[in-house]
């Protein structure tokens, strides 16, 4: 069993940035799956960003060209750099891993983007 605990989130202005990161309770190398989801308040969770072991990359169209998801082959560790951030950009931040897909899960990060 995967534990990820998530980091990085925050209250931030309209056009701020964050880094989120996510951290494994065990070498995550072998999984070749890791994304990024978010939840808003009322709204279903939602694919933001996903990279695979080789390097695949997928952005959902409302982030593309803000979010950057990259991950640290040598602390394990996926991040997601958040740029110009909007208010809409408001959720619960959950990292997920696995081999194939979403399989483990943290327990969020909150961010917050004031207008």
């Known amino acids: 069993q995967v534990h990820l605990v998530e980091s990085g989130g925050g209250l931030v202005q309209a056009g701020g940035s964050l880094r989120l990161s996510c951290a494994a309770s065990?070498?995550?190398?072998?999984?070749?799956?890791m994304g990024w989801f978010r939840q808003a308040p009322g709204k279903e969770r939602e694919l933001v960003a996903r990279?695979?072991?080789?390097?695949?990359?997928y952005y959902a169209d409302f982030v593309k060209g803000r979010f950057t998801i990259s991950r640290d082959h040598v602390k394990n560790t996926p991040y997601l750099q958040m740029n110009s951030l909007k208010p809409e950009d408001t959720a619960m931040y959950y990292c997920?891993?696995?081999?194939?897909?979403?399989?483990?899960w943290g327990q969020g990060t909150q961010v917050t983007v004031s207008s």
């Open positions: 997920a891993v696995g081999a194939l897909g979403p399989t483990y």
């Open positions: 065990e070498s995550i190398l072998r999984l070749n799956y």
């Open positions: 990279i695979s072991s080789s390097g695949l990359l």
